[in-house]
């Protein structure tokens, strides 16, 4: 049986604006797992990012439960679920989030700085996981010397590096073209193939055979998910 990472049970997100209330997203029971990767799916607006937003333990959920490893983190204060992110969940972007006036080895060291961990080891597992994505010999260059795809790699060994259960991907391959999208795809399904949970949100329908599940989102409901194989019968 593979881990249980993060479970939701019940939860939903609603936001009041004066005598408005919008759904973001609908009551809501879901499983992610170590050694799947899996895709959540759906239009603009449709509760995605909201639902990346609440696994993350960025937001706080209006209704329901949400468990971490089996600890409950919806009861949990502010700071400690910074705590869990910078140390538990790594995190990936469309738009890469490098530090500009830092080189690639500084910027994967970062979350490690964040938590005082002393330079020297800072610097060598920094190191280790540049060289996982296979960049080590661009550890020098400023992000403006790299290409897109070069630099989403470079924002997956920085998620790497505190060796996290969960990775989660908001568009990381939304504005890198064909043959740099399938090098980020690969790097991330053999991350979950060595036991990682990996979620990435997408539009991106060139993503569909790298995943072991999709779950869709429309209109904040989430559909019942389904396997690969199930979506190509």
Do not use: W
Not at 35 to 51: D, N, Q, V, Y
Not at 127 to 137: F, H, I, R, Y
């Amino acid at each position: 049986m593979q881990e249980t990472v993060i479970s939701l049970k019940g939860v939903n997100k609603i936001y009041k604006t004066g005598d408005t209330t919008i759904t973001a997203l609908d009551s809501t029971d879901l499983e992610l797992k170590k050694g799947e990767l899996t895709l959540i799916m759906g239009p603009s607006g449709s509760g995605k990012t909201t639902l990346l937003s609440i696994i993350g333990c960025v937001i706080y959920p209006t209704a329901g439960e949400v468990f971490f490893l089996d600890r409950k983190v919806t009861d949990l204060k502010e700071n400690e679920l910074a705590a869990i992110r910078l140390g538990q969940i790594g995190f990936v972007f469309q738009q890469f989030n490098l530090l500009e006036p830092l080189n690639a080895l500084e910027n994967v060291m970062q979350p490690m700085v964040l938590q005082q961990l002393p330079k020297a080891e800072a610097r060598q597992r920094a190191k280790d996981a540049l060289e996982k994505v296979g960049l080590l010999d661009r550890m020098y260059n400023l992000p403006k010397k790299l290409s897109g795809g070069q630099k989403q790699r470079v924002a997956i060994a920085r998620a790497l590096v505190t060796n996290p259960p969960i990775v989660l991907c908001d568009e990381p391959t939304a504005s890198l073209d064909a043959r740099s999208a399938a090098v980020i795809m690969e790097e991330l399904k053999a991350l979950a193939e060595e036991g990682k949970a990996v979620i990435i949100v997408t539009h991106d329908l060139r993503l569909r055979k790298f995943a072991d599940r999709i779950i869709y989102v429309e209109e904040g409901k989430v559909s019942n998910t389904i396997s690969n194989e199930e979506e190509y019968k």
